[in-house]
């Protein structure tokens, strides 16, 4: 099999391609070739048993998706986006990415006159206040940012080219993703990570909401779950419906920081401080907080049983097994 | 107030003209100058106080939306739209124009750097099985045909090019709009208007589905009504969410017959001939029969009382007051 990653490059990108070398199968059919996309030319592992093509290119430049598509990949993982703070400070950039990249591909599937297995990573993003108590799949799609709004054009481009017998798609609405590995970054929602991840390298951390904000999470570990569960899902069991809000960890900051307590240690949670921002903690409140995911569950998605486990799998992942005590 | 309406030559567009014509305002602003658009330049009305243009075009051609919102039309009708049928049958064409089209028409505003009041015709084609008992606003947009798809992508665009401030924008899912005047056309839904527009003109119709089958309706005068509410609509009133389904009337086919009975007697309703079609049939019971539109009524939307209103508004308003009896 044939399978082809965009957004190569990116956190979910690089795990799942780690995932793919180490597993050389999708459900049992073995992978024969991949071929990585990012806007910089993602690394190629060096211990994959298969051939692994690198480009860097952008979706939309002229012929780009047709090189993508050219040798008809049997599974394609789309995971290329403008995230959400850039589409909406850059209007433009986020459409021609998030839309018109992802048009751009299934329109090149299309011409190309195959059908392949599409899994495409929407966003919780494409929802928006004010919430029922818990999200079910059923509730409509009112995204407050151009990205949500991007995402949810996606799903229904999605859903009408899988109808239409172009592709098989299949779209993953993602939890908050931590622990994310590495440097802090400006994401609103960076803090969820941070007040996990610095302290257990030592570092201090600031928390600039209140302990009871509630938020749903899956570790990047299930994230590369979510995207092998759904390339191995039968089309059929999904009908017409292929947007799915994916299953994740609904705990507390409160409850977060008392894992954290449990996992490493008071001295590590101590390195965790407040400095409440009214402005990150808006952002914060009008998010979405609990969903109805007995859908995704009853199709076999599987997040983390506990916000512990997310903590312990970011050491064992990213952290070699151990931390700053 | 300089108004503009694409889709201006079909039988909304026309009624809508006439009325505007006839009111010689919007909410009290009097108009001041009228284009109008579509594929054959709608025939200019000829008793208009004010100037009105009529071009035809496609808006999807080079310029051509530049051209309309060059003198910065206050208000938008955006009716244009390659029908349901036509849009499943050419993908390409449906895409093109239902998409595309009003992609650019929002985005040539937002060049053009100014904020009109948007009016965007969507429709429950939006909505797709199965369905709750009464769907409300607060369902999913899970379109089941091309046509639902770009009309859930149009209303999703609307909300985010008003929430960025480049357009005050309205969608408004319409429910059949009943009775079309004119000859028969092929839409699945023809026969709703056929059972009593032939009979009133003294012609056979036939009945293809059991009358049992229970439907939304509307009047093409209701059409018109809710078209300039939205016009009107303080925009402050819908929030962010700016897809609204439009009231009607919830009514069997048995009940149609029987309004028809009361409204112009036994022998018009003897000229429906019951003709059962399963593919007709089946395709009717998968549409939305019962919607919730407490929000569209609370904000002040109306349609007719009853199915009885709906016949006596089609024999006033295009059969002269009179029919075969």
Not at 173 to 199: T, Y
Request: charge should be neutral.
């Amino acid at each position: 099999m044939h399978i082809l990653i965009t957004g190569a490059g990116g956190m979910i990108g690089r795990k799942l391609v780690d995932r793919l070398v180490r597993d050389g199968n999708v459900g049992g059919k073995p992978i024969t070739r991949m071929t990585l996309h990012d806007i910089a030319a993602p690394a190629a592992p060096n211990d994959a048993k298969f051939p692994v093509a690198s480009y860097a290119g952008d979706v939309t430049m002229p012929n780009e998706a047709t090189k993508l598509v050219a040798d008809a990949p049997e599974l394609i993982f789309h995971l290329a986006a403008v995230v959400s703070g850039e589409a909406e400070a850059d209007f433009d950039k986020g459409y021609r990415i998030n839309l018109d990249g992802m048009r751009l591909l299934l329109e090149t599937i299309r011409a190309r006159a195959y059908k392949p297995k599409f899994v495409f990573t929407s966003s919780i993003a494409v929802f928006g206040a004010p919430f029922p108590p818990a999200i079910p799949d059923e509730f409509h799609l009112t995204p407050l940012t151009s990205y949500g709004t991007q995402k949810a054009i996606g799903e229904l481009l999605l859903a009408d080219y899988t109808r239409r017998g172009f592709v098989e798609g299949v779209g993953i609405r993602l939890p908050s993703i931590v622990v994310r590995p590495g440097k802090p970054n400006r994401a609103a929602s960076g803090f969820f990570s941070g007040i996990i991840r610095e302290p257990l390298a030592g570092q201090e951390a600031v928390l600039p909401v209140p302990d009871t904000i509630l938020h749903m999470h899956a570790s990047p570990r299930a994230a590369v779950g979510f995207l092998l569960h759904a390339a191995e899902l039968p089309q059929e069991k999904l009908g017409t419906r292929v947007g799915l809000t994916m299953p994740g960890v609904c705990c507390t900051v409160a409850e977060q920081i008392e894992a954290l307590r449990r996992v490493a240690g008071e001295n590590v949670v101590k390195r965790i401080r407040r400095a409440p921002d009214l402005f990150v903690s808006k952002i914060v409140e009008g998010w979405p907080t609990r969903f109805d995911t007995r859908r995704s569950l009853a199709l076999g998605f599987r997040a983390e049983r506990d916000f512990e486990e997310i903590i312990r799998i970011h050491i064992e992942e990213d952290l070699g097994g151990t931390f700053v005590h």
